[in-house]
């Protein structure tokens, strides 16, 4: 299949397919006489695995190491494990800086009194740093 056939079948972009071969996720396609790529069954399979790591927020830089994974039938498991904690306690870490940056927000907007006033809380807030 054409690359944008291969794209609605992973549900990727063509796009995002060029970049995938581009960093070495993906192996450079085939091509066609006339130079087009061509996708087969496994690059299909390959494109929807990487969309789903991505789908749950694991970074470009640890996809290959997935991916090396995900071939290798001799892996241990523990290391496919060891990975996946790891990014848990990266996306904890986001968690907690997002839960830091609402709560100083909501406190700013607290803060404001939201009428035709000119003075605002927020900006008062956000030109000092984030505090009030």
């Known amino acids: ?5 291969a794209a609605k ?6 796009k995002m397919i060029r970049h995938y071969e581009a960093t070495g996720l993906l192996p450079a396609a ?3 006489a006339a130079g087009y790529r061509l996708y087969g069954e496994a690059d299909i ?3 929807r695995f990487i969309r789903q790591a991505r789908a749950l927020g694991f970074p470009l830089a640890d996809l290959g190491g997935l991916l090396r994974l995900w071939h290798d039938r001799d892996r241990a ?6 990975l996946a904690l790891s ?16 709560q100083t927000l909501e406190t700013l907007a607290r ?22």
Not at 1 to 5: A, E, F, K, L, R
Not at 77 to 82: E, F, G, R
Not at 111 to 132: E, M, N, V
Request: net charge negative.
């Open 1 to 5: 299949m054409n690359i944008g056939q």
């Open 9 to 14: 079948a992973a549900g990727v972009t063509p």
């Open 30 to 32: 085939d091509r066609s």
């Open 45 to 47: 399979r390959t494109l």
């Open 77 to 82: 498991s523990a290391d496919v494990k060891a």
């Open 87 to 102: 990014h848990i306690a990266h996306l904890q870490e986001r968690i907690d800086e997002l839960q830091v940056m609402k």
């Open 111 to 132: 803060h404001c009194q939201g009428d035709a006033s000119p003075h605002c809380a927020i900006l008062d807030g956000l030109d000092q740093g984030g505090g009030t």
